[in-house]
């Protein structure tokens, strides 16, 4: 298995995730704008899920359904992107929790969070 993340990422790109990787499985992307994980490099720590301020990482086997297209997405589009370990800033305009929660419920998700996230 692998941590994956999701759609809550797109736009956001909070890297306090990358920064506490072991094994720098984290990848910056331009198109989308976020973080992807590279499935062979992931240990599956669990490190990144606390960190994540949105809850956008879940490990594959508590996926929500809903996004369920993002385990192939992280696996295609980390090639594209550079491998990045450092904390630096969200990109602006990036939404918080709250906000991705909202979301989610406008188009009538409810989304379990992951079970690591504080």
């Not at 704008?33 to 594959?60: F, G, K």
Request: charged share 30%; proline share 8%; net charge negative.
């Amino acid at each position: 298995m692998t941590h994956v993340v999701i759609a809550r990422c797109v736009d956001c790109r909070y890297t306090d995730c990358c920064a506490v990787c072991p094994v720098d499985c984290f990848y910056e992307t331009s198109d989308p704008a976020m973080l992807v994980i590279d499935p062979e490099t992931c240990i599956d720590c669990e490190l990144c899920v606390p960190e994540c301020p949105i809850n956008a990482i879940y490990p594959e086997e508590e996926l929500p359904e809903e996004y369920a297209e993002w385990t192939e997405k992280n696996a295609e589009l980390y090639s594209e992107g550079e491998v990045t370990s450092e904390k630096g800033e969200p990109l602006p305009g990036a939404l918080t929790l709250e906000e991705w929660q909202e979301k989610e419920k406008e188009k009538g998700w409810e989304i379990e969070e992951p079970s690591k996230a504080f």
